[in-house]
Nanobody, 115 residues
Framework: QVQLVESGGGLVQAGGSLRLSCAAS????????MGWYRQAPGKQRELVAV???????NYADSVKGRFTISRDNVKNTVYLQMNSLKPEDTAVYYC?????????WGQGTQVTVSS
């Protein structure tokens, strides 16, 4: 497994942008995919976006066209560019790295979008 450190969360007004980063350390051999989940107060954790090692991506319908996930395989870092943010995007965002038989999670970073 790997250790994940997220950064880039914060407070932004509706319509604004934020960029989240997640760096993986430790043995990165075997990471198949990296991505982002989020959890709003009182709600279940949900998938936001995921990117495979080959570059294919998958997004939640609610963020399509606004969020872009990218990955630097050399740096073992995944990014989430979030544009046109809405108050309903407010949540704790968690980075995930998926191996063949394991998942590693980051500690989470708070994103708050004010109306």
């Amino acid at each position: 497994q790997v250790q994940l450190v997220e950064s880039g969360g914060g407070l932004v007004q509706a319509g604004g942008s934020l960029r989240l980063s997640c760096a993986a350390s430790g043995s990165s051999v075997g990471i198949n995919a990296m991505g982002w989940y989020r959890q709003a107060p009182g709600k279940q954790r949900e998938l936001v976006a995921v990117i495979a090692s080959g570059g294919s991506t998958n997004y939640a319908d609610s963020v399509k066209g606004r969020f872009t996930i990218s990955r630097d395989n050399v740096k073992n870092t995944v990014y989430l560019q979030m544009n046109s943010l809405k108050p309903e995007d407010t949540a704790v965002y968690y980075c995930i790295a998926k191996g063949p038989s394991w998942d590693s999670w980051g500690q989470g970073t708070q994103v708050t979008v004010s109306s």
